[in-house]
């Protein structure tokens, strides 16, 4: 692994609480109501070691790109890479986003984890030929990511974390 490739809403942030809003493109209200998200416990220790390894890190969502620039910034984040609405034409479970992230990470599809909450996310993977990574921590409808056979999968962001540790041997 050389680098992760994450999902947003769901698998970074809890976002559930305005996906309405998102869902009727009411982007003004989305964007005041940034502060009610909430990041997932651990995620911020997750994304800290893995820049401490040297895994390079990227967003790929279908959301806008204000969206998730406002977030990222909200959070006090660094990504190497986002990609996000209007970066691609197909969007997942297309692998289009995954493959044009790992393209700006300048990193072989092969050497990515694809991390995301949705089955979708997990076909995505499949498709880019990366390794697929379920988030069951904030996925909506788990009994459907578990039937989408991801590679790895992980009840709690403390899981991920600590099979990170292990495969980096921290």
């Known amino acids: 692994m050389k680098a992760i490739i994450f999902d947003l809403d769901q698998t970074l942030v809890d976002s559930q609480r305005i996906e309405y809003l998102r869902r009727s493109r009411q982007w003004s209200k989305v964007y005041r109501s940034i502060p009610e ?16 390894i040297k895994i390079k ?11 998730i620039q406002r977030l990222v910034r909200h959070f006090g984040w660094s990504f190497d890479a986002i990609v996000c609405y209007p970066d691609t034409v197909q969007h ?11 393209n700006r990470l300048n990193i072989d599809v092969v050497d990515c984890w694809a991390v995301g909450d949705d ?16 988030a069951l921590w904030g996925s909506l409808n788990k009994d459907a990511l578990r039937k989408a056979n991801p590679d790895m999968m992980f009840e709690t962001t403390e899981s991920f974390y600590e099979k990170i540790c292990e495969i980096s041997k921290l």
């Open 92 to 102: 997942k479970p297309n692998p289009e986003p995954l493959i044009k992230a790992a």
């Open 37 to 52: 998200i909430k990041v997932y416990g651990g995620i911020d220790n997750i994304l800290s070691i893995l820049r401490d």
């Open 119 to 134: 089955p979708i996310d997990i076909i995505a993977a499949r498709r880019a030929d990366m390794y697929s990574v379920g």
């Open 57 to 67: 890190l990227s967003i790929a969502s279908a959301g806008p790109s204000s969206y």
